[in-house]
């Protein structure tokens, strides 16, 4: 059983220069022999050689303080330049000259910053959870990957969450001044209990999630309020998911875990304040700009909020002279959510860990403006990632000079359920590889979608259903492009369209079908198709061919209709031949037609 879904997108390609086997050589052939300008990178985010040269280091900005077990990992691999306190002006002028950049939450990387970068800045870390000071789509548009360090100070931010509510409720902070000012106020630093209270939890992701558990344990009643969290997860841990004003309206504690989105950004106003239970108390370790300071004001006069702990300000450092800060009903820290010694070193060591695989062409797995996999599926589907690319690669470069490519099937088999296999992944890569060849635009897995657009090249995604053991994420790939012209005619399937498949054998992607002909050939090195007559002496004549020029040839492969009759050869070679070596094989009288495509 198959079922399809499709990308939409629509413009005509560049157009690369065709090149048939039996037509006179010209002084285009070269152009024709080499569309793609870039060697294949095996892995979804590629990242290109420092302007230094191949063999250069890449360079990484630190923008903010970052433990030193993350610098050392860094060092390792990159040159790292820490400066600190750059004003927006001084990092658009760096950050030209670097590949990957690392903020905290105190950097906003702009718009201005990726334009700025020339296209060089290829990786952006933010050595933390919340992501609102990059600019995502920017990033995006401009293929530069952003990864962040979403597990490391999760437990240190709940912690210190659930530090600031008994601080509050039991008047630490305000009852610590009075004393060391010498005044003895028992009376007036009365509390409350925790115990039987009931905790709104708004937003319960991982640190929502980490309070909700330390709440539960400090016998406290909690529900949660968040549009896209499981319910079977909150029901685990004993929390109830409730609506927004159901979770002000009875709530005693508040406290605040979500983004700052444009739907979060001041999300507790005065109307909102207006519909919560008359002394309640707010949390805030998350981000200052969801709650609307001076409604707070507001609120905490009038009586209808008892108390603030707020570790986060819509301006950092707040003023001096804020009200907000001043009130005595406020206990304030400078954002110390993730200020522990753990945490700190363990945001340097992850980010700094997924700045380095990204440069390195590795998966990622923290990625926040592309496919979010899980790393045990990467893994899996590693292999499968690679021959998605360069069935896309080989797909393209059949394609004749005078046709635009538009539509292309992708159809992929395999035994498992839909739910259990995750194709953005693949999709992206057989983008990459089809529009690489033929522009000069750099493509990744962050920004295929949105390159695809801009080029108008739709996609549509079948899946074959397979009898059989799962055990394999996938049985083939098959990549069509339809309404074209090919190169070379023997790609073109009975249906009509330009058809490569392939399969992944022992680890390595094999291309397994050529428009109707089954073929096996190892997907390393580059390729020369060859439709020719089948009879006996053509794999020793085209090797001799080969074998005289230095070109090592790795695998070899013929598919034929039937014995005597037509045949294609697909051999697989570690260099590109010369110009003299392909009119060699293009004059043997049995060969009709034949292509050399570059991997």
């Known amino acids: 059983m198959a079922t399809s879904a499709s990308k939409a997108l629509r413009t005509p390609f560049l157009k690369t220069p065709s090149f048939s086997s039996k037509q006179p050589l010209t002084s285009a052939f070269s152009v024709a022999l080499g569309p793609s300008r870039r060697a294949v990178k095996p892995l979804v985010v590629v990242i290109s050689a420092a302007a230094g040269g191949l063999d250069a280091k890449p360079t990484v900005l630190v923008a903010e303080k970052l433990g030193e077990a993350g610098l050392e990992l860094l060092k390792e691999f990159a040159n790292v330049d820490c400066a600190y306190n750059l004003s927006p002006e001084e990092l658009c002028t760096k950050i030209s000259l670097c590949d990957a950049l690392i903020v905290r939450s105190g950097t906003k990387v702009s718009r201005e910053?990726?334009?700025?970068?020339?296209?060089?800045?290829?990786?952006?870390g933010r050595a933390g959870v919340g992501i609102d000071n990059v600019d995502l789509a920017a990033a995006t548009e401009h293929g530069c990957l952003v990864v962040n360090a979403p597990t490391a100070n999760t437990v240190a931010a709940a912690e210190h969450g659930i530090a600031l509510m008994a601080a509050m409720a039991r008047n630490v902070a305000q009852a610590d001044a009075s004393v060391k000012s010498g005044k003895w106020q028992r009376n007036k630093y009365v509390g409350v209990s925790l115990v039987g209270k009931t905790l709104a939890v708004m937003g319960f992701g991982k640190v929502g999630t980490e309070v909700a558990r330390r709440a539960k344990g400090l016998g406290m009643h909690v529900i949660a309020h968040d549009p896209y969290a499981p319910a079977d997860r909150a029901r685990a841990i004993g929390v109830e998911l409730v609506s927004f004003d159901e979770a002000i309206a009875t709530a005693d504690f508040i406290s605040l875990h979500m983004p700052l989105t444009p739907a979060t950004a001041k999300v507790l106003n005065d109307e909102t304040f207006a519909k919560m239970?008359?002394?309640?108390?707010?949390?805030?370790?998350?981000?200052?700009?969801?709650?609307?300071?001076?409604a707070l004001v507001r609120a905490l006069d009038a009586g209808i909020v008892a108390q603030a702990a707020l570790?986060?300000?819509?301006?950092?450092?707040?003023?001096?002279?804020?009200?907000?800060?001043?009130h005595e009903n406020v206990t304030a820290t400078p954002h110390l959510g993730a200020s522990t010694m753990e945490a700190q070193e363990g945001v340097a060591i992850e980010i700094a860990e997924a700045v380095v695989g990204a440069l390195k062409g590795e998966l990622a797995a923290t990625a926040v403006n592309a496919p979010m996999v899980p790393a045990e599926v990467l893994t899996e589907l590693k292999p499968?990632?690679?021959?998605?690319?360069?069935?896309?690669?080989?797909?393209?470069?059949?394609v004749a000079g005078g046709s635009g490519v538009k539509t292309?099937?992708?159809?992929?088999?395999?035994?498992?359920?839909?739910?259990?296999?995750?194709?953005?992944?693949l999709r992206a890569m057989i983008t990459k590889g089809i529009i690489e060849p033929i522009s000069s635009v750099f493509v990744n897995l962050v920004n295929a979608d949105f390159t695809a657009k801009q080029r108008g090249l739709r996609i549509t995604e079948e899946r074959i259903g397979l009898d059989g053991s799962p055990e394999n994420p996938l049985d083939f790939i098959q990549v069509q492009i339809a309404n074209v012209e090919s190169k070379f005619a023997s790609a073109i399937s009975d249906s009509g369209e330009i058809k490569v498949e392939g399969r992944v054998k022992d680890g390595i992607p094999h291309l397994t079908k050529v428009g109707s002909?089954?073929?096996?050939?190892?997907?390393?090195?580059?390729?020369?198709?060859?439709?020719?007559?089948?009879?006996?002496?053509?794999?020793?004549?085209?090797?001799?061919?080969?074998?005289e020029e230095n070109v090592n040839v790795s695998f070899m492969s013929v598919g034929r209709i039937a014995p005597r009759k037509q045949a294609v050869m697909a051999i697989g070679v570690d260099d590109q031949p010369s110009k003299q070596a392909l009119k060699?094989?293009?004059e043997v009288p049995a060969i009709e037609e034949f292509v050399f495509l570059k991997l």
């Open 113 to 124: 910053v990726f334009e700025s970068s020339g296209g060089r800045l290829k990786v952006v």
């Open 277 to 294: 239970k008359k002394g309640v108390r707010i949390i805030n370790v998350a981000r200052g700009g969801v709650i609307d300071e001076e």
């Open 311 to 326: 570790d986060v300000f819509t301006q950092e450092p707040p003023p001096q002279e804020s009200k907000l800060i001043q």
């Open 384 to 398: 499968y990632v690679v021959l998605a690319e360069k069935l896309g690669r080989l797909a393209v470069q059949l």
């Open 408 to 425: 292309v099937k992708v159809t992929y088999a395999s035994a498992r359920a839909t739910d259990d296999l995750d194709t953005r992944l």
């Open 517 to 547: 002909f089954e073929v096996d050939v190892s997907l390393e090195g580059s390729i020369i198709l060859c439709r020719q007559v089948d009879q006996p002496g053509m794999i020793g004549r085209v090797g001799s061919i080969l074998g």
């Open 584 to 586: 060699r094989i293009g």
